[in-house]
């Protein structure tokens, strides 16, 4: 930074923003308030760019007891129990530091959660990194990975879903989005309000250091420049061994009714926890610089005010409580003090005594003398930051989905006529994207706390809950391939395939949360993308009738030359109110019917099978019909309250032969089967049109199924029988492709491979993508793509 | 009478919920000993559980050690009471000399989290006599140093005397060594839990104390849990153990 360059823009406001802040303080500010301002109005915290978009968001919901604009959202699960949930990013510090990136993520997202009074009980992750050949893809992937797992094994909180997904889009610019669930009983919400002018501001957890100084404005809010290693000293550093001692003193705080307001320090530090806990309560606070523990000497008031510091939370005290809040804190071995009160003026004022021995006397006024740093409105560093109404523009070569009902394209790429299927879904259960994900959840302890049902691997994570016979269902979705063609479908899959997977085990959709990935706001592409995102988010959560209860916004993600694909990460908690009645996405028993619900359309862009085939030049992506995904969730949920499902998986990436294979594979069993290709059998078997379910139904049910599907509407279509080692899928109809059509019959040659094949490409396929082969007594030499043919 | 069994709870410890909910359900009134107490309240059972105690940033259990409450577990052991440490806990008692041998880092250098199969060699020690038949014990592992090494004179000592209380198996039964696919984490000739040479005390890297109840994949850890508790009811009732006069010498 060179004398020119004025502060505010080191600092990465702009000169509009400077002229705003003047109007809000009626003055210049001084360099600290500049500084405060410049961390409260970084995009990460601000929302400046998509508050307009995110107002568009249903928020109400029945249960819901606490939203948007908490720290996490809660919703009421019955039984004087409620969930808390949020999803957040952390994805340009894991671009820079891989490990202390992810590590912090999930330190961050956690103590949202039990900020409320929650104990978090579960974490899920989703990652999304470029070409997994690449040797700096394979750096991060380890790195992300070892920091989700070094966290979360050592807060003990099972990790036990989420996604990984590889794309050229993220080759520069990895995703790292957390999400994170607690469980709490109705009596311990609490909220992030600084309430009772006279009480006492009280910090407790790890000492301030230098790190994470300006990381919300530096790194979160910038796109990525040449110089990505100075942003290095951005990135916090974690410690889950405080943050454990932390969840256990702030619960036990608030259980003990202890605090007004508990609210935890991420993005700006005490700048942000004091801002917005006064801002929200109504009030100021006399904010005493002195009194804050260091972790070393010599820091500068800015850095003070803005370290992003991990392990910290502040919590609103009433002086009466003070000694039973220290001894808490003490015995968890966290450092605690008194850096404040809560006063009725609204202004947030940093003082600083001349010795700097404190600046508040006991009684919480100014010591003689005492110096005013800085004094800002809470509400102009939070609810009345600024926002911005950005450009927004479709760019010029965008292709329309087709309308309902129009006729599937000719797919001209395989399988072709004459070769077998089976090879392309083996490539696909092969693929980076479709393979087990073992290597790497395994590394993540999943079961920790004893609640675990469903762990990672097998669709939704189902944790039961002590005492009750009810579940949490939990998932992670985000179509980033087809948003990139169409952001307003694409958002609106996100949330269709993240609710059908809670409703293919029989649970209720609660509400959603979002993480928000997409490009510089200040591209009027980008921002048209985030638009078109949030109104498929909006409509696809109206259609489903889910509340949104809270999420994040990550924008900027963008790397030299390349932006991400525009990636809405969904997270959904569902409830499922008896765990005994739980269906699984694995074939049960021989003998059972297979049954397709739901109607495929046309269109293979966007899908796994187009990544690996190449896509036909004027082809789009599947549309969805919003009304019909809720009837065919409905129909599902009902199906399995009723008992007539054995189990059932939804068809999403890599198609129905997917969909098919992996119930086989997890079933540990085959299926005979035929299955009518229309005039397009890569359509019918790989295609990825939304709104569609494998049912495993035994056979004295079937016909109550089939009445069922009638009554709400939904086309059903008996596909076999489950059994044997192998699965068999014959094609009948027009584009029957093959050898017995050559010979003029309607039927074609099967796709047929051995339940054993399918699992030895699935399990096999990470690993040799990223090159971990032979590692933790992992396999020989496995067979190349071509080999599996 | 119920049996009070202790739940030793480090800063750091986080398997304590499964160890209170596991002691539940084997009928054991569990009783949370802080570390900073030597008071131990008079349990007579002791179970360590898992976590990272202190954070092991240094080594797994290397710190615990020495907090006040493992001086008083170390007395209620020399004393003949039954302590089972796990994972965590293992390492603790380890690091301890409680219980022979040392936890290393595993054999591929990355925490693991997977089901295991884990054979019981004998069926008549405080901490596997109420498993029933012997036959191989599905539980999950969760550990980044859980590979049991010891030096050869030990190993063949620990076998001879009946240390030896748990070894990993592969799927086809047989004992899983460093390389096998059934074993996780390297651990010589395929060892999972010891205990001393006294008897009363065992250490195991997999968690019985999660594997409990049949809607979380598997229970058949609960064998192992009710056999602690039955160890502290006899404790309790008459001062010692059967089955820890088998061995020669009180100390590990």
Known sequence: MTAEVPLHIVLGLTDEELDAIRGKLSREPNDLELAMFSVMWSEHCSYKSSRPLLKTLPTKGRDVVAGVGEQAGVISIGGGLAVAFKIESHNHPSAVEPYQGAATGVGGILRDVFAM????????????????????????????????????????????????????????????????????????LTRASADGPGNLVVLYGSATGRDGI????????????????????????????????????????????????????????????????????????????????????????????????QERMVAIVEPSRWEAVREVCTRWELPVAIIGRVTAEPDVVV????????????????????????????????????VFNRESRAPARRRAAPAPGAPAEQSDSLPVRGQDPGAVLLALLGSPNLSSRRQVYEQYDHNVQANTVAGPGHGAAVLRIKGTTKALVATTDGNASVSQLDPWLGAALSVAEASRNISITGARPLGVTNCLNYGDPTRPEAFWALAEGVRGLADACVALGLPVTGGNVSLYNEAPGSA??????????????????????????????????????????????????????EDAPPVID?????????????????????????????????????????????????????????????????????????????????????????????LGTTGGSTLVIELAGEGATGAAEERGSRIADALQVSVDDLRHAWEHGLPRALGWEGEDGEGAALPRPEAAR | MTARVG????????????????????????????????????????????????????????IARFSPVMRAVASFAAAGGPVLGICNGFQVLAEAKLVPGALLRNRGL????????????????????????????????????GCYYADGATLDALERDGGVLWRYTNPDGSVAGPDDPGNPNGSLRGIAGVRNAAGNVAGLMPHPETAVEAILGSDDGL??????????????????????????????
């Open chain 1, 351 to 386: 003082l600083t005594a001349p010795d700097g021995a404190g600046a508040l006397d006991a009684d919480g006024r100014p010591v003689p003398g005492a110096v005013e740093l800085a004094r800002i409105p809470a509400p102009a560093l939070a609810s009345e930051a600024i």
């Open chain 1, 214 to 309: 300006g990381g919300a404005s530096v790194l979160a809010s910038a796109t990525f420049g040449d110089q990505d290693p100075s942003k290095r000293p951005s990135v916090q550093v974690g410690d889950p061994f405080a943050e454990k001692l932390l969840i256990e003193a702030t619960l036990e705080l608030i259980a003990r009714r202890l605090v007004v307001s508990i609210q935890d320090l991420g993005a700006a530090g005490i700048t942000c926890a004091t801002c917005e806990t006064a801002d929200r309560g109504g009030t100021g606070m006399l904010v005493d610089l002195d009194a804050i523990p260091r972790r070393e000497p010599g820091l500068e008031p800015f850095e003070v005010m803005i370290s992003e510091s």
């Open chain 1, 564 to 617: 991400i694909a525009p990636t809405p990460e969904i997270g959904i908690v569902g409830l499922l109110d008896d765990v005994a009645s739980r269906v699984g996405p694995a074939f049960c028993a021989d003998g059972n019917a297979v049954i397709l619900a739901g109607e495929s359309g046309p269109g293979l862009a966007g899908s796994e099978y187009a990544r690996l085939a190449g896509r036909a030049q």
């Open chain 2, 7 to 62: 739940i030793v709870l480090f800063p750091g410890s986080n398997r304590d919920i499964d160890a209170v909910n596991a002691l539940r359900i084997a009928g054991a009134e569990p009783v949370v000993l802080w570390h900073e107490s030597v008071d131990l309240e008079g349990v007579t059972g002791i179970l360590i559980p898992g976590g990272f105690a202190y954070g092991d940033y240094l080594r797994a259990g290397v």
């Open chain 1, 117 to 188: 009074g929650a104990r978090p009980i579960a974490v899920l992750d989703a990652l999304r990194f470029g070409n997994p050949a690449d040797a700096r893809t394979r750096h991060l992937v380890d790195g992300v990975v070892r920091g989700v797992g070094g966290y979360g094994n050592c807060v003990g909180v099972p990790t036990v879903g989420g996604e990984l997904v590889f794309d050229p889009s993220y080759q520069g610019n990895p995703l790292v989005n957390v999400m994170a669930i607690g469980l709490l009983e109705d009596g311990m």
């Open chain 1, 626 to 718: 919003l009304e019909r995904e809720a009837r065919l969730q409905a129909f599902v949920r009902e199906a399995i309250a009723r008992g007539l499902v054995e189990s059932c998986q939804d068809v999403s990436g890599g198609g129905l032969a997917v969909a098919l294979a992996e119930m086989g594979m997890w079933g540990g069993r085959g299926a005979q089967l035929r299955l009518g290709v229309g005039d397009s059998p890569a359509v019918a078997l790989f295609g990825e049109s939304p709104s569609r379910l494998v049912v495993e139904v035994a056979p004295r049910h079937v016909p109550a199924l089939h009445l069922l599907a009638r009554q709400y509407g939904i086309h059903t279509d008996a």
């Open chain 2, 223 to 252: 064998g192992i849990i009710r056999s602690l508790v039955v160890s502290a009811a006899e404790y309790a009732a008459t001062g010692r153990i059967a089955g820890t006069k088998q061995l020669a010498g009180g100390a590990a």
């Open chain 2, 110 to 145: 990355r925490f693991v989290c997977r089901e295991v199969a884990l054979l019981p060699e004998h069926m008549d020690t405080p901490f596997t006599r109420e498993v029933g038949e012997r036959r191989p014990l599905r539980m999950p592992v969760a550990h980044g140093e």
